[in-house]
């Protein structure tokens, strides 16, 4: 059973830094997909950024170039380094584990981006 655990959300201010953290209970070297979502209140969720078993990464359009997503697969843990945050980016923050025939997601983390 594969368990995906994020952390590092909290309350920030406009401006500042946050580092999200996603650790896989598997080895995640062979998952084909990796990647954070994110649900508003009253929003769907929606793709934040994405990056492939060979290091191909997808952004949002809303994200690009103040958000890097990265891959340790010597620790098992998927990253989301989130720069010159917006009261915009406040969501609950979803590691998603793309295997194929299975698909996994973390319990969320809540990022909080005051003004």
């Known amino acids: 059973q594969v368990q995906l655990v994020e952390s590092g959300g909290g309350l920030v201010q406009a401006g500042g830094s946050l580092r999200l953290s996603c650790t896989a209970s598997?080895?995640?070297?062979?998952?084909?997909?990796m990647a954070w979502y994110r649900q508003a209140p009253g929003k769907q969720r929606e793709l934040v950024a994405r990056i492939s078993s060979g290091g191909r990464i997808n952004y949002a359009d809303s994200v690009k170039g103040r958000f890097t997503i990265s891959r340790d697969n010597a620790m098992n843990t998927l990253l989301l380094q989130m720069n010159s945050l917006e009261p915009e980016d406040t969501a609950v923050y979803y590691c998603?584990?793309?295997?194929?025939?299975?698909?996994?997601w973390g319990q969320g983390t809540q990022v909080t981006v005051s003004l």
């Open positions: 998603n584990a793309d295997m194929g025939m299975i698909n996994r």
């Open positions: 598997i080895n995640i070297f062979s998952i084909n997909y």
